[in-house]
């Protein structure tokens, strides 16, 4: 990835952080988004360093707006607890089930 120089990436982080959702995520998506996970920022960013983890140049290009990715911040926090409580249930299930 190509980093952009730094007034650009504010610039650009700014108008991340103020653009309205265009609500073109769909539901279905960000549910498979938040279920998955999502790695942004592998490695050293540049960019997470000056703008912020939630608006550097790895979330701005898989997000249209910072409101996209906090909605998907806060799905993907409810799904890790569902996965875990699923998990859970299930090691409890074998549990039962052994003799
Ligand atoms: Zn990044």
């Known amino acids: 990835m190509i980093y952009l120089d730094g007034f650009e990436d504010q610039r650009q982080a700014e108008l991340f952080a ?3 959702s265009s609500g073109s995520f ?3 998506e960000m549910a498979d988004l938040c279920i998955e996970g999502l790695s942004v920022c592998e490695g050293h960013c540049p960019s997470r ?3 912020g983890q939630d608006r550097c140049q790895c979330v701005r290009a898989r997000f249209e ?3 996209d990715y906090q909605f998907y911040e806060n799905g993907r926090k409810q799904a ?3 996965i875990a ?3 859970l249930s299930m ?3 074998d549990y039962e ?3």
């Open 91 to 93: 090691f409890g299930e």
């Open 18 to 20: 103020h653009r309205e």
């Open 49 to 51: 360093s000056l703008v």
């Open 80 to 82: 890790v607890v569902m």
């Open 85 to 87: 409580t699923n998990a």
């Open 26 to 28: 769909g539901i279905e």
């Open 97 to 99: 089930d052994g003799d």
């Open 65 to 67: 707006c910072l409101e």
